[in-house]
């Protein structure tokens, strides 16, 4: 079943300004990581959380990781064109699991 | 030099016919996987196979089925394709280790489509 939930499904900002994703999750995690997927193209790895962290950061990327309200966030500052995609999160449980996917955030960043 | 290689890159074909999709990966990976993405996005794992072993399979039907000459490589053929089929099937890679415990590389994804 699946186990990530991002919101909202869908976000539009304008060039310049954060965008900020959520991700809900079900059960307990080993880790949990974001990609993000260009139009017609395969995803990309941004950045992995493990469920011993609270916070991380990548460049203009910040995710933070709370097990107990098990949610995670992904914020994008100073947001570029260039950041448009969708952007999904991936859990994976303790054990030989593998990733599930939540359906992702469409963003949108206008020039 | 890319890392995830798919081909094709596109694919239409009628029912009941069979193709396969091949995936090369030149990241010196143990572990690959196939991923299928529906017409709403949703990702969801089919395969995953760590040195040439298949180590999880999601329910997939058995017209499903992937193979793995060496651990660069790891095809997926399909029999007798149903409507049902028609998506974008993204291979992909990660170090060795536990399902899921590292970063995955995604190759650029398989459309298929089904008529």
């Known amino acids: 079943s699946q186990q990530g939930e991002e919101d909202p499904q869908a976000l539009s900002i304008q060039e310049g300004e954060n965008a900020t994703m959520n991700c809900s999750y079900k059960?307990?995690?080993?880790?949990l990581q974001w990609y993000r997927q260009n139009s017609g193209r395969g995803l990309v790895h941004l950045i992995l959380i493990r469920s011993n962290e609270r916070e991380k950061h990548s460049g203009r990327l910040r995710v933070t990781l709370d097990t107990s309200k098990k949610s995670s966030s992904l914020l994008i500052t100073a947001s570029r064109a260039a950041d448009t995609a969708s952007y999904f999160c991936a859990t994976t449980r303790p054990g030989n699991t593998p990733l599930v996917f939540g359906k992702g955030t469409r963003l949108s960043v206008i020039a | 030099d890319t890392a995830v290689s798919q081909t094709p890159k596109y694919l239409v074909t009628q029912m009941g016919n069979d193709k396969s999709i091949k995936c090369e990966q030149n990241?010196?990976?143990?572990?690959m996987y196939w991923y299928k993405q529906d017409s709403k996005k949703f990702l969801k794992i089919m395969f995953s196979?760590?040195?040439?072993?298949?180590?999880i399979n999601e329910t997939v039907p058995n017209r499903f089925s992937p193979k793995s000459p060496d651990k660069a490589h790891l095809n997926l053929h399909i029999n007798s394709l149903e409507l049902g089929d028609s998506a974008v099937y993204f291979c992909?890679?990660?170090?060795?280790?536990?399902?899921?415990?590292?970063?995955?590389?995604f190759g650029p994804g398989t459309r298929l489509t089904v008529t």
């Open positions: 992909a890679s990660s170090p060795p280790g536990l399902a899921g415990s590292y970063e995955q590389y």
């Open positions: 196979y760590n040195n040439k072993e298949l180590i």
């Open positions: 059960t307990s995690i080993n880790n």
């Open positions: 990241l010196g990976h143990d572990t």
